[in-house]
Each structure stands twice: as structure tokens, then as C-alpha cells.
């Protein structure tokens, strides 16, 4: 799923091709995008785009109503794009064909037209029109900006309900736009484990977290800024190879050479270095730990015993003798 840097980089990219111009027509594809109907969808034609924002993972394009446009109404109307997991968005010349596969809806202006699409089977990306900002508030969650807050804040947002740090980061009610890649390369850098639980953290600890957050974020806004440069930004994805840990399952820590391991739950998996965050400890996992039971490696020298990945090319650890 786009988070913070991704949606950053769309934004900005936006804001340079869009702001200013008008909204020629909104062409849907697949009638389950369109997740509102007050108002119609075709009353965003002829509205001229004032303000491109990020609202947690959500871009929000406000649309100055034109007079003479089907919605009578003074209060700016707004097209709400949520990707979801597998929705990307495209920039290309004006009417571009929407996709048949892939293609959900098409917003056209004059200078080019927006393709957003979803390469998944199930469909859950979404284009909503909602009226006013009170509307448009409805839909935030209410989580901080990780970005714009001081320690104090972060501290309390963090520690408000007592969760284990990985869902704590992405919990939209806490902090807004981070999910499951970044918060995984945000934990790596503070050498935190994931399931540390909020009520036991300590304020040192918190303190390099914060830290951590800025650094992790600030730096993926930076290089997907960079990769994109004057293009659009399209090579969107949650698996990149300069990634620490997330989506390295079995590959070695960049830090410590130690075999990346993993949490899987439902459609979410945590990757985390055992060495650099629980201090050697492999925590459990549902699906494998539940087959092995007692065979469960709890350390990365019994892992390694049991056969089970550790980086390639790096050096076996040292075991120590088990007492008889």
C-alpha cells in the first residue's frame, strides 16, 4: 500500500501538472470505484483544482467550483483517491484509453489525462466526490503527522492505548500515512523489536523511535523525490531493493548480516533483524511456529539448526555448548 513517502511523491508530482487546470471529465471504468453518490460523480466536471493534499494515505484534489458547472453549491468539491493496496495512479497524454484489465477510472484535464489502476483481483481502490470540509474530515482518522509533531506528541500518540509498537505506527487513529513497509524499516532503524508493547517502552527508547520515524520517512521522500525527478512517479511499490528488512524475508541484514525474519498474519507480514531488534530472539510465527510447536527456534543459533533460512553467504554463529 502507497504510505506517507509514496503518496508524498504523488502529490508533488500532481500539484505540477494539475494545479490550476480544470477537470475536462471523470470516466469510471469499473463500477466499484466510485465508493459515493451525493454528489453525482459528473459535478466535478468544469471544477478547477485548487489544492492537491495527502490525507493520510488518501490525495485529496479540492475542486473550485466554475460557474456554470452542474453543482451549484460555494463549497469546494473534492475527488478522495484511496490505492489501497495494489491501486497506482498514471500520468498520461490527454484521453488516454483506460486500460481493460487494470484500468478503474480516468480523470482528464487539459494537460494530460490521470489513469488510476489496480493490478489485483480484488478490487478495493477507491474514488469518492465529497462536498465541504466538514465531509472531508469525516474520512481522517485523526492520527498525528509523524512529520509535523514534536517528541511530546509523538509520545503521546504512541502510548495513548498500550499496543505493540508495530501496530502502534500504524494505526491510522495515531500517526497518519505510516503502514506496513515503512514501519518495519522505522523499527529496523531504531533497533526496536515489533512486538515491544507500548506500556513498556521506555522514554530513552522512545526518543530514538521518534527520531527513527523523521529519519526513515524524511529520507524515502528524498529518494523517491530524486528517483522521480521531473517524470511521474511510476515504479510505486512496497518491496524496494535499498529496503532494510521489510519484504527481505531470509536475506541478510544490511547492518549485521543476520537472516531477515518474519511475522505473518492474515494479509500482513512484519519483517524485522533478530539480531539488531530482539537481541537474537526469533519471535513467533502464526503459521510456522504453530506447525513446529515445540521445535520453534528461539534464538538465531537454534534457527540455524533447525534448518530454517539464514542469509546467504553469511558465516554460521557461533553455538554455544547446550547443557546436557
Not at 468544469?46 to 473550485?64: D, M, N, Q, T, Y
Not at 512496497?238 to 547492518?255: I, L, N, S, T, W
Not at 537474537?280 to 538465531?300: F, N, T, V
Request: with cysteine; aromatic share 6%; charged share 25%.
Amino acid at each position: 500500500m502507497p504510505e506517507l513517502p509514496d503518496i508524498t511523491a504523488y502529490v508533488e508530482a500532481l500539484r505540477a501538472r494539475i494545479s490550476g487546470e480544470p477537470l475536462v471529465a471523470v470516466r469510471i471504468a469499473s463500477p466499484f470505484v466510485l465508493r459515493s453518490f451525493d454528489p453525482p460523480i459528473d459535478h466535478a466536471r468544469g471544477g478547477r483544482v485548487r489544492e492537491i493534499r495527502r490525507l493520510g494515505k488518501r490525495i485529496v484534489l479540492a475542486l473550485a467550483p466554475e460557474p456554470g458547472s452542474k453543482d451549484d453549491s460555494t463549497e469546494d468539491l473534492f475527488l478522495v483517491l484511496h490505492l489501497m493496496i495494489a491501486g497506482r495512479l498514471h500520468w498520461k497524454p490527454p484521453r488516454t484509453r483506460i486500460p481493460g484489465k487494470v484500468g478503474l477510472a480516468a480523470l482528464d484535464f487539459p494537460t494530460g489525462t490521470l489513469l488510476l489502476t489496480e493490478a489485483a483481483k480484488m478490487k478495493r481502490a477507491s474514488l469518492q466526490l465529497i462536498r465541504g470540509e466538514t465531509a472531508l474530515a469525516a474520512l481522517d482518522p485523526g492520527g498525528i503527522e509523524p512529520l509535523e509533531t514534536d517528541l511530546a506528541g509523538f509520545t503521546g500518540a504512541l502510548t495513548r492505548e498500550n499496543h505493540t509498537l508495530k501496530r502502534a505506527l500504524t494505526d491510522p487513529r495515531a500517526f497518519s500515512g505510516i503502514g506496513n513497509a515503512y514501519s518495519d524499516e522505522i523499527l529496523h532503524a531504531a533497533r526496536l523489536s515489533p512486538i515491544l508493547l507500548t506500556s513498556r517502552i521506555t522514554p530513552d527508547e522512545i526518543a530514538r523511535l521518534f527520531e527513527a520515524t523523521r529519519r526513515t520517512l524524511t529520507t524515502w521522500v528524498d529518494r523517491l523525490r530524486i528517483e522521480a525527478g521531473a517524470g511521474f512517479p511510476e515504479k510505486v511499490t512496497a518491496f524496494r531493493p535499498e529496503m532494510a528488512v521489510h519484504g527481505r524475508y531470509g536475506k541478510p541484514c544490511p547492518d549485521c548480516g543476520a537472516a531477515v525474519q518474519r511475522i505473518v498474519y492474515a494479509d500482513n507480514e512484519t519483517n524485522y533483524c533478530p539480531r539488531c531488534q530482539t537481541g537474537g530472539r526469533i519471535l513467533a510465527d502464526r503459521a510456522l511456529s504453530r506447525l513446529l510447536k515445540g521445535d520453534w527456534p528461539r534464538s538465531i543459533e537454534e534457527m540455524e539448526e533447525a534448518g530454517l533460512p539464514r542469509a546467504a553467504g553469511s558465516r554460521p554463529a557461533r553455538r554455544k555448548p547446550r547443557r546436557s
